[in-house]
């Protein structure tokens, strides 16, 4: 297969981004604009230098940074691969870093985010989903003619899915053949064909399509849960197994149509990569790509409590690096304050965002241990419970860790990433 990406074009990509100027409807930076992102690096500018309005979210950029190193050196002691999944970020800044640290490619969700990974100069993307509407499969069809370092690879699940697809590629010109994981599930859950032999009957329907051609075996463990009981683990090593299973009877029956006769082996979420990696790691003739998007920049909830590689594991660890910063605006009782950030700019799917720090407008800090909690959250208003002799005033900066990083980014259209000081080292642009 090609490259994972194209250097000259991401860089191309990115320096047009670091010269965009910002616009006033971008939250944060209202005040500033017009300004390029170039020159917001370049003034080093601060959160608390009364410039940037809030709320606002920001990356931490020292954990950010160690958190793809930490994985690259992970799957590279584990002897798989990762492609992360682009949704969690959807950010040209977060996914070059990625790609940098040696990214097998970029997994996508949509055909949506496929083309807007392609348009920055990602080369190999995998559509961890099925591929039917119609002007998806069109676009595909045009820009794989078009470019032949552009690989793209598509789950199928159903002999209806192949069929679909077959016909749809063929009525729009393609000229190269789709590269398709033969997706398995788990009943009552998502998408995947349900057991073994329908796997198969799939495999078959598509080793068979003039447009198609089978490289292996996928699923997400995910549907199973986020636990770390040893049942939890368990369940997803058996599930594991079937897709290992249904790969190595790809191979079996000659239905793996690979160029190289590469068998891909293709699962894990944010919970249970370690046991993917487990599981596929090994096989020959086989690649184990791994797709987890959380880890990137972690979070202080779901996959806090459900990672494989905790904050102060050895060797690794991973560690927040997403945070929501609003001011408090109104103490309106003596247990009651209200914070300038609600549903729009943090996430909340999961769980409440957690109180983590408070800066007093004289630029004293004061971590908070706790007693201050976010009970509740409106469209732009976090509800705080509090002593009633918590110092916590109107005009502190409130600083949130989030839970779920996905459901964040996809309320910012630029986040700045900002060092130990508080200052602006970059910014990151998320595409939808």
Known sequence: MTAAYDAKALESALEALRQRPVDPADKGFTMLAPITCAELVD???SLHGGELTFPLMVLRESKLAGNVATMAA?????????????????????????LRAGAWGITAATISQVRAYAEVGVRRILLANQLVDPAGIAWLAAATNADPDLTVLVCVDGPENVDLLDRALAAHGATRKLPVLVEIGVPGRRTGARGHEPALEVARAAAAAETLMVVGATGYEGVLGHGRTDADLEAAAAFCRQIRGLGLALRDEGLLQSPDGELL?????????DVVA???AGVPGSTAVIRSGGYVTHDEGLYGHATPLPTGGEPYELRAALEVWGYVLSRPEPTRALVGAGRRDIAFDVAMPIVEEIVAPDGSRRADPGSVTVSMLNDQHAFLDLPADSGLAVGDLVRMGISHPCTAFDKWRLIPVVDEDDRIVEVAHTLF
């Not at 590279?76 to 999944?85: E, F, K, N």
């Not at 082996?265 to 990569?273: K, P, V």
Request: glycine residues 10%; aromatic residues 10%; positive net charge.
């Open 278 to 280: 487990q599981e596929f």
């Open 74 to 98: 992970w799957c590279a002691d584990q002897g798989v691969v990762i492609a992360p999944h682009g949704k969690t970020s959807m950010s040209p800044e977060v996914t070059a870093r990625q």
């Open 265 to 273: 082996l293709s699962a894990g979420g944010s919970t249970y990569f």
């Open 43 to 45: 003034r080093k500018t």
